[in-house]
T-cell receptor
Framework: AQSVTQLDSHVSVSEGTPVLLRCNYSSSYSPSLFWYVQHPNKGLQLLLK??????LVKGINGFEAEFKKSETSFHLTKPSAHMSDAAEYFCVVSEEGSSNTGKLIFGQGTTLQVKP | NAGVMQNPRHLVRRRGQEARLRCSPM?????VYWYRQLPEEGLKFMVY????????ESGMPKERFSAEFPKEGPSILRIQQVVRGDSAAYFC???????????FGPGTRLTVL
């Protein structure tokens, strides 16, 4: 069965410094992986997705993530944090296999705080 | 092209009442997923529907919860005899196909008093 583990529940960075949000996945198949962002009291917005093409995936707002099969990781990074990046971030894997219905499996979330 | 619409955005119910949550998918999307987000947790899959059919309800509680997606009109998530533990944010997502990107609505925040 697929699962994702977000290694940090809270991450705090200063504005202008790099962001690293860590995610490890478990999957018996070649997974489809996503990062979503949720701003307070808002819906979810797709930041980026990996679907077995290039291992370095570029997303919106300067975010990118690297798929590392050997480490079963899909960490999210951004070179320079902006105040508007403060939000909840979810690492997500799409169910695979014979019963594939496309349902998404979410990590517990990482709250990113950006300090001025 | 309007995004996924959910209403109401906030819903307050007393224990024992019924809650009806509506989701209008994006134009051209015939696939709807419902997810629940309990406080301090990630989203959990509940049910996947296509027009007039429930495809996967493996995440639905066995009692009091039901979902439908009629030929015409929005998808409805219905919770009967609500309890405090049902308080959560309920999100729906729509997609044009099973393995296509899912687009999320703003959610309905249910509070059970």
């Amino acid at each position: 069965a697929q699962s994702v583990t977000q290694l940090d529940s809270h991450v705090s960075v200063s504005e202008g410094t790099p962001v690293l949000l860590r995610c490890n996945y478990s999957s018996s198949y070649s997974p489809s992986l996503f990062w979503y962002v949720q701003h307070p009291n808002k819906g979810l917005q797709l930041l980026l997705k990996y679907t077995s093409a290039a291992t370095l995936v570029k997303g919106i707002n300067g975010f990118e993530a690297e798929f590392k099969k050997s480490e079963t990781s899909f960490h999210l990074t951004k070179p320079s944090a902006h105040m508007s990046d403060a939000a909840e971030y979810f690492c997500v894997v799409s169910e695979e296999g014979s019963s594939n219905t496309g349902k998404l499996i979410f990590g517990q979330g990482t709250t990113l705080q950006v300090k001025p | 092209n309007a995004g996924v619409m959910q209403n109401p955005r906030h819903l307050v119910r007393r224990r024992g009442q019924e809650a009806r949550l509506r989701c209008s998918p994006m134009k051209g999307h015939s696939h709807v997923y419902w997810y629940r987000q309990l406080p301090e947790e990630g989203l959990k899959f509940m049910v996947y529907l296509q027009k007039e059919n429930i495809i996967d309800e493996s995440g639905m509680p066995k009692e009091r919860f039901s979902a439908e997606f009629p030929k015409e009109g929005p998808s409805i998530l219905r919770i009967q005899q609500v309890v405090r533990g049902d308080s959560a944010a309920y999100f729906c997502a729509s997609s044009p196909g099973t393995l296509s990107e899912q687009f999320f609505g703003p959610g309905t925040r249910l509070t059970v008093l």
